[in-house]
């Protein structure tokens, strides 16, 4: 009969989080791509059929290992800075920050199963505590308005959706040759434009 409880699960965890923290662990070493739930089991020193007892498939596991690992790349970065910072040091704060967020979760990305990628999205964002990094951004640019040190009729919107989105592309080309001084020029960019004047 398969253990009910694997070894390094201690009293008051449950097997169910030590098997997604044990896969969120594989993904961030080596990716989604081949993984297999013998390996998770293996690793998480639990029989194979145990993991179909807590989760309905391999790709609902292997969404939340992902889930979780997009999460723990992310308390790995250093803290935002406070509204109070001028908006231009703190636009290349988010800006560094999506850039190290991308670098880190890129590699888990790819290759991965079509049905693992549409599970990972039911799960909702996991980056900014759910509320996801455009989404972030664009509500701390919508601050600034109201503060008066954004124009009032500024896209903060548009330029939110056009940071992320750059960090993400960029990242996506080659996550480890982002190149020098990309998040101030972007930052200079959405701030100044690119309109002769």
């Known amino acids: ?11 008051g965890r449950e097997l169910r989080d030590h098997l997604v923290e044990t ?9 989604t791509a081949g993984l ?26 292997l969404a939340l290992g992902l889930h979780g690992h997009v ?6 970065l250093p803290p935002l800075p406070g509204d109070d910072e001028a908006v231009e040091v703190a636009l290349v704060a988010y800006t560094k920050r ?11 990305f790819v290759n991965l199963a079509p049905e693992v ?7 909702g964002n996991p980056a900014a ?17 109201a503060a008066g040190k954004v124009a009032p009729h500024a896209p903060v919107e548009a ?9 993400h592309e960029v990242t996506l080309r080659s996550a480890q040759a982002v190149p020098a001084g990309f998040a101030a020029d972007l930052v200079s960019i959405v701030l100044g434009g690119i309109r002769v004047r």
Not at 23 to 31: C, H, P, Q, S, V
Not at 39 to 44: K, L, N, T
Not at 159 to 167: E, F, K, L
Request: proline share 2%; hydrophobic share 45%; net charge positive.
């Open 1 to 11: 009969m398969a253990p009910r409880r694997a070894e390094g699960v201690g009293e």
């Open 23 to 31: 896969a969120t662990r594989l993904i961030a070493r080596r990716g």
């Open 36 to 61: 297999t739930v013998r390996e998770i089991a293996r690793e998480a020193r639990v029989a194979t059929g145990v993991l179909y007892n807590h989760f309905a498939d391999k790709e609902e596991l």
């Open 71 to 76: 999460q723990e790349v992310e308390r790995g």
């Open 98 to 108: 999506a850039l190290d967020l991308h670098r880190g979760i890129v590699p888990a």
């Open 117 to 123: 990628l549409e599970r990972f999205v039911g799960l």
């Open 129 to 145: 505590g759910g509320q996801g990094l455009r989404d972030q951004l664009a509500a701390y640019l919508h601050r600034q308005v």
């Open 159 to 167: 330029a939110a959706t056009m940071i992320i989105g750059a960090c």
